[in-house]
């Protein structure tokens, strides 16, 4: 083991581990109201379709909005999907966001298999779409978006990890 353990955190680390917190505890508390409230009823799901239509019908009055119209659309389709496995997504997102707070908790004290936890949770929170929809029906601009942002963090995570010493060859101390 290295003497990096005794020394202080990196306040960097310390600056990312806080905003996973925040972000995974925002997702806990929305995960939590949805499966307090359980699925949108009918009325609901009418209500937003009148939204989407007239959104839709403002923006076919806007020279060149097609490929909003599209996005718009594959969307929406992609909303109905998720609301279809409500009750999947939601568990599936509660359980998620409490592997990236545990991911980010090991990191905060130094465990390294924090970061490895934590590529598992930013893979599995994109990948658990696929699992029920229909690859088609995924937004490829979400797919994107994700991706980078994981990608971005990973690499500032990965950044801190000659601190994160703790657990290296079963040795902790």
Same mark, same amino acid.
Request: proline share 3%; with cysteine; glycine share 6%.
């Given at each position: 083991?290295? @003497?990096?353990? $005794?020394?202080?955190?990196?306040?960097?680390? *310390?600056?990312? !581990?806080?905003? *996973?917190?925040? %972000?995974?505890?925002?997702? /806990?508390? +929305?995960?939590? #109201? $949805?499966?307090? #409230?359980?699925?949108?009823? &009918?009325? @609901?799901?009418?209500?937003?379709?009148?939204?989407? $239509?007239?959104?839709?019908?403002?923006?076919?009055?806007?020279?060149?909005?097609?490929?909003?119209? #599209?996005?718009?659309?594959?969307?929406? @389709?992609?909303?109905?999907?998720?609301?279809?496995?409500?009750?999947?997504?939601?568990?599936?997102?509660?359980?998620?966001?409490? =592997?990236?707070?545990?991911?980010?908790?090991?990191?905060? *004290?130094?465990?390294?298999? +924090?970061?490895?936890?934590?590529? &598992?949770? !930013?893979?599995?929170?994109? =990948? /658990?779409?696929?699992?029920?929809?229909? &690859?088609?029906?995924?937004? *490829? $601009?979400?797919?994107?978006?994700?991706?980078?942002?994981?990608?971005?963090?990973?690499?500032? %995570?990965?950044?801190?990890?000659?601190?994160? #010493?703790?657990?290296?060859?079963?040795?902790? @101390?």
């Amino acid at each position: 083991m290295t @003497e990096n353990n $005794s020394s202080k955190r990196p306040s960097f680390l *310390t600056l990312l !581990c806080v905003l *996973t917190f925040i %972000y995974s505890g925002f997702s /806990i508390v +929305g995960a939590l #109201n $949805s499966i307090t #409230n359980g699925p949108p009823n &009918a009325k @609901e799901i009418r209500i937003q379709d009148a939204e989407l $239509s007239k959104s839709i019908r403002d923006l076919k009055k806007i020279e060149g909005s097609e490929t909003a119209i #599209n996005l718009i659309n594959k969307f929406d @389709e992609f909303n109905k999907l998720t609301t279809k496995n409500f009750w999947f997504f939601s568990i599936s997102n509660l359980i998620i966001s409490l =592997l990236g707070i545990f991911a980010a908790q090991r990191m905060f *004290t130094g465990f390294k298999i +924090g970061f490895h936890l934590y590529i &598992a949770y !930013c893979l599995i929170s994109l =990948l /658990i779409f696929y699992v029920v929809i229909p &690859a088609q029906s995924i937004p *490829t $601009s979400l797919v994107i978006f994700s991706l980078i942002v994981s990608a971005i963090f990973i690499w500032m %995570y990965s950044k801190n990890l000659s601190w994160m #010493n703790k657990g290296e060859n079963g040795i902790i @101390e």
